[in-house]
Nanobody, 127 residues
Framework: QLQLVESGGGLVQPGGSLRLSCVTSGFTMEDYIIGWFRQAPGKEREGISCLNIGGTYRNYADFVMGRFTISKDVAKKAVYLEMNSLNPEDTAIYYC????????????????????WGQGTQVTVSS
């Protein structure tokens, strides 16, 4: 059974940093793209970044503006999202998701095309 578990969220002050983790199980990571998404209250879920685990492709949403970095540790079956220079507009529930790499690349930042999701982790940026 494919499973994704996020962790690392919390309360951080504006300008601060967080590192989110997504630990996977039940599938071969190298056959998938792992993505990070977020959903703020009253807003639609939006794509942040994706990483082709078996290749080199990665992409970021425009709003990231160099503040976030996606990375992987295949031995630990994990994907990370390092977030810096956080601001209150980054407050949201953050999710990781998986999509097979054989067809998923065009949908890197399109949440509705992804079919395996974690439960989410809350990130709150506030002073």
């Amino acid at each position: 059974q494919l499973q994704l578990v996020e962790s690392g969220g919390g309360l951080v002050q504006p300008g601060g940093s967080l590192r989110l983790s997504c630990v996977t199980s039940g599938f071969t990571m190298e056959d998938y793209i792992i993505g990070w998404f977020r959903q703020a209250p009253g807003k639609e879920r939006e794509g942040i970044s994706c990483l082709n685990i078996g290749g080199t492709y990665r992409n970021y949403a425009d709003f990231v503006m160099g503040r976030f970095t996606i990375s992987k540790d295949v031995a630990k079956k994990a994907v990370y999202l390092e977030m810096n220079s956080l601001n209150p507009e980054d407050t949201a529930i953050y999710y990781c998701a998986a999509i097979p790499s054989r067809y998923g690349l065009p949908y890197c930042l399109t949440p509705r095309m992804w079919n395996v999701w974690g439960q989410g982790t809350q990130v709150t940026v506030s002073s």
